[in-house]
């Protein structure tokens, strides 16, 4: 079954409250939904009630407290209808069903994890627990009363303010819930079982105080603080910064080692992957402290872009997702080095969002239809979303967009709303039309601009001469011309910038220093130019876009020097070392010498050694365009192997020409007790990457296994032992570090995996037999999400030479992971799939092992919608 935008229609019956009685146990969970409502005015008296299900047996169905007449409705697995119903009265609708949470492998609805109970119910995890309308558009008020055995769950928690509760019968006690915001079913939580807790409070600015609680399993409190620090840190942050204070008594984070993604927003009642809650020095690196800040961020401010204010339909995930990625990158910005952030958000884009965007699994940002919505949490959703969201604020200027987001807040408060909704506000707030600017939301794919330049010394004019393009994608042969802000600067000859605006079309703008391109091709021109500037243009990653520009190496140097803004200063280094690491790998494969590395090398020793930059900066700089990176920007026939053998000889250039400067940087830590502070995570990362161009240079594991042993804390013992691991394998240094490693940290499982990601990412063919070897591991689990993704994920997604060899063996077993896992777990073995979304763009010899194994896996028996879903669309774009 497709579903499509176009098909809204609202529900014959309107909800006006549900409440919900849970008897938990692990095998038998009785659930009883009241639900109060009535026909929608003008809805025709002989509409049924038609009620979403998911694998339900209904037990008895009673309407205002009496058993329904057999002849009066239908039920299957998927569809409760009740014929009959009040024309106008309002009336209560009683549906009682019986599920079995340890049954349930899927991790949507409620299951166990540990021996906890839990629930995802977004996007349609609800409708696994009870009949009801399972969908965003219809907002309820929830109470909820939970009553389980008291040695079964100490602890019973859901959505809203606490009620009460006490002794039920014999052995047995309950909790009650109510929340008085109205929200969609997806937003529903449960959790029980015993947990241990940590407690803090929060004075929100006008005054009211809330408690802060974050659940974890008994003996990880301490690892839990710095994900309250970040949860406060989020709180107050929001209040600054978009005028949004919580608003309930209670807000509660509660920490699952089975959870299919990073977490969830439930009304007052986070769940989260542990992985991004629990951390201390000795386990977690700066990364993980990092993403524990911006998931814990994200999951909070979802809480006004989310839930205060939710999706019309989930055609309109972006609504919520993009938007909340931004404002999450916004905090990370503030709370630690804006120019890093974003170099880091860059990268993450190009590196996953680019490449769907390229493939058969291309969407655009709001999909017009699907046949799994679980299949559309993607990079274009969040990543790409974002950036939409972005690219607003660039246009509109970030005093209108501020205007606008408050416009939102106070007009749709309450409303489950469209795309075209949100956009209104910052139309109105701006005096815009949005119109073109509205299609970022509906046409797939990364436009490519052209851009160049000429300089006219006798009328010192200096023209920019800009043309978009925009390939088909599935479902969209033709594209239309799009709004595209670029910003921009004019350097000077001496480093300094050119004041003067353009003329011509697309120079008028919000913000000073950005191009409007809105036509297929335009041009604009600068006065007053007297020597011949270097364009720097879609600074900071402005659009994302592909940007076409015969820039000289010399012009790339001059912007990496000069350029005011750090992220272009970066974007300029980092071209710099695509083009150069493309050109060395279409040489590699061609068996001709590699270019000479000098002008590559000369930068990076510079930024390297320049104290005058941040340290975060000068890892970014340092850390060179990724194999698969190289791919991309070579877009076809791909071969791994050449590509890897270019980069790893440039690598040794570099670490040849900078050597004594590597190895001093290898040794500046920095000093006393860890802290994840960004300042002192620059510090470590410019040592991480410095600490392996050294040992490249040396051509010795001996450096990178004394760091190993000595290292205090997770950052730098894992940086040393993926050197050893990914430069030096097979040395006595790898393999003892590999086992050390093991062995400190083997009742860690999220430590475990740090191990299972650095070995399943090793390069080279021989990888995947040690992958087979670690899947027998008394570590492996292959029914929790980490551990898989750790694993399996690392290396299908991780590692371009291991996983794509040439004899199709990497591809199988993905596909033999793939088709297993899928019978327990539908939506972890549909995501692990999309790492075969370029399968296109290899050779035809290793293109033709993957598009069998795709093949295979639709010959399995009983395949989910989740996955038939990626394989047909991945073998038919
Ligand atoms: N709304 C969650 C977040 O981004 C993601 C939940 C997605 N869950 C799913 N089963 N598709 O914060
Ligand atoms: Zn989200």
């Not at 991790?107 to 009949?131: P, S």
């Not at 920007?633 to 890897?644: K, T, V």
Request: charge should be negative; proline fraction near 5%; charged fraction near 25%.
């Amino acid at each position: 079954q497709v579903f499509h935008l176009k098909d809204y229609a609202p529900t014959d019956f309107v909800v006006d409250r549900i409440d919900l009685t849970f008897e938990l146990d692990p095998a038998e969970t009785k659930v009883i939904s009241r639900v109060l409502m009535k026909r929608r005015a003008g809805v025709s008296r002989s509409a049924p009630l038609v009620f979403d299900g998911d694998e339900l047996t209904l037990d008895s169905v009673q309407l205002d407290g009496n058993d329904i007449d057999p002849a009066d409705f239908d039920v299957t697995p998927e569809n409760l209808t009740i014929r009959n119903l009040p024309a106008e009265a309002t009336f209560e609708i009683t549906v009682n069903t019986t599920i079995a949470p340890e049954a349930n492998t899927s991790l949507m609805g409620l299951y166990r994890t540990g021996n906890i109970y839990c629930t995802q119910c977004e996007a349609e995890g609800f409708r696994r627990i009870t009949y009801f309308y399972d969908r965003p558009d219809v907002l309820a008020v929830y109470t909820v009363t939970i009553i389980s055995r008291k040695d079964d769950a100490r602890l019973m928690l859901s959505n809203g303010n606490y009620l009460g509760g006490g002794n039920y019968d014999e052995g047995r006690h309950f909790a009650a819930w109510f929340d008085p915001h109205p929200k969609p079913s997806y937003l529903f939580a449960l959790v029980a079982g015993d947990l241990g807790v940590i407690e803090d409070t929060f004075t929100t600015m006008d005054e009211r105080e809330v408690a802060l609680r974050i659940y974890v399993e008994h003996g990880k409190e301490k690892r839990a603080a710095y994900a309250m620090d970040a949860l406060k840190r989020s709180m107050r942050w929001d209040e600054e910064t978009f005028g949004r204070a919580y608003d309930l008594d209670i807000f509660m984070i509660v920490a699952v080692s089975d959870f299919n993604m990073g977490a969830m927003e439930n009304k007052g009642l986070n769940v989260f992957n542990d992985k991004y809650v629990l951390a201390d020095p000795e386990t977690a690196t700066d990364a993980d402290y990092a993403n524990i800040e911006a998931i814990i961020a994200h999951e909070y401010f979802h809480n006004w872009t989310g839930n205060r204010i939710t999706c019309r339909d989930w055609f309109q995930l972006c609504l919520k997702e993009g938007l909340t990625v931004f404002r999450d990158h916004a905090f990370s910005a503030d709370q630690r080095s804006a120019p890093v952030k974003r170099i880091a958000e860059i990268r993450l884009l190009k590196a996953h969002q680019f490449p769907e965007d390229a493939g058969p699994l291309a969407h655009p940002v709001r999909p017009e239809s699907y046949r799994e919505i679980n299949n559309f949490y993607t990079a274009t959703v969040y990543e790409k979303g974002s950036e939409v969201v972005g690219m607003l604020r660039t246009i509109v200027g970030a005093d209108a967009f501020r205007q606008g987001m408050d416009l939102y807040f106070e007009r749709h408060d309450g409303q489950a709303v469209t795309i075209e909704d949100f956009l209104a506000c910052f139309a109105e707030a701006s005096s815009r039309d949005l119109m073109q600017f509205s299609l970022w939301y509906s046409q797939a794919g990364t436009p490519s601009v052209s851009v160049s330049t000429s300089w006219d010394e006798a009328k010192s004019t200096f023209t920019v001469t800009l043309e978009q393009s925009l390939q088909p994608t599935p479902g969209q042969p033709r594209k239309e011309v799009m709004h595209i802000p670029l910003a921009y600067g004019l350097l000077l000859e001496d480093g300094s910038e050119h004041k003067g605006s353009p003329s011509g079309a697309g120079a008028s703008s919000a913000a000073a220093g950005v191009l409007h391109l809105t036509r297929r091709k335009q041009s604009v021109t600068f006065a007053d130019v007297a020597s011949r500037p270097v364009l720097s243009i879609n600074r900071g990653f402005s659009a994302p876009v592909n940007l076409a520009m015969e820039q000289s190496s010399a012009d790339l140097a001059h912007i990496a020097r000069h350029d005011a803004d750090g992220v272009a200063r970066w974007q300029a280094i980092n071209d710099h070392a695509t083009r150069h690491l493309v050109a060395a790998a279409r040489l590699a494969r061609d068996g001709r010498p590699l270019p000479a590395s000098d002008e590559l090398c000369a930068i990076l020793t510079a930024v390297a050694g320049d104290e005058s930059l941040e340290p975060a900066f000068r890892a970014q700089a340092l850390t060179l365009p990724a194999e698969s990176d190289i791919a991309r920007e070579i877009g076809s026939n791909i071969e791994p192997d050449s590509i890897r053998a270019a980069r790893e000889a440039v690598i040794a250039d570099v670490a040849r020409a900078g050597r004594e400067l590597f190895s001093t940087l290898a040794n500046q830590a920095p000093g006393g007790p860890y802290s994840p502070d960004a300042g002192s995570a620059g510090l470590r990362a410019l040592a991480g990457i410095a600490l392996s161009y050294a040992s490249i240079a040396e051509a010795s594991p001996a450096r990178a296994a004394a760091v190993f042993a000595a290292a205090d804390n997770m950052t730098v013992m894992a940086q040393a032992l993926q050197v050893l691991a990914h430069h030096f394998p097979g040395t006595g240094a790898a393999t003892d570090a590999l086992a050390a490693f093991e062995a400190r940290f083997a009742d860690n499982p999220l430590v475990i995996d740090k191990w299972f990601a650095i070995q399943a990412m090793a390069p080279g063919a021989a990888t995947l037999d040690r992958v087979r070897e670690l899947m027998t591991s008394r570590h492996f689990d292959r029914m929790n999400p980490n551990r898989v993704r750790a694993l399996i994920g690392s290396f299908s997604a991780g590692n371009p030479t291991g996983f794509n060899r040439a004899d199709g063996a990497g591809f199988r077993l993905l596909a033999d992971e793939v088709t297993a896992i899928d019978k327990r777990n539908p939506q972890l073995a549909a995501r692990l799939l999309t790492a075969m979304r370029s399968w296109r763009s290899l050779e035809p010899v290793r293109q033709e092992e993957a598009r069998l194994a795709l093949v295979a896996i639709l010959g399995a028996a009983q395949l989910s919608t989740d996955v038939s879903d990626i394989v047909q669309r991945t073998l038919a774009g």
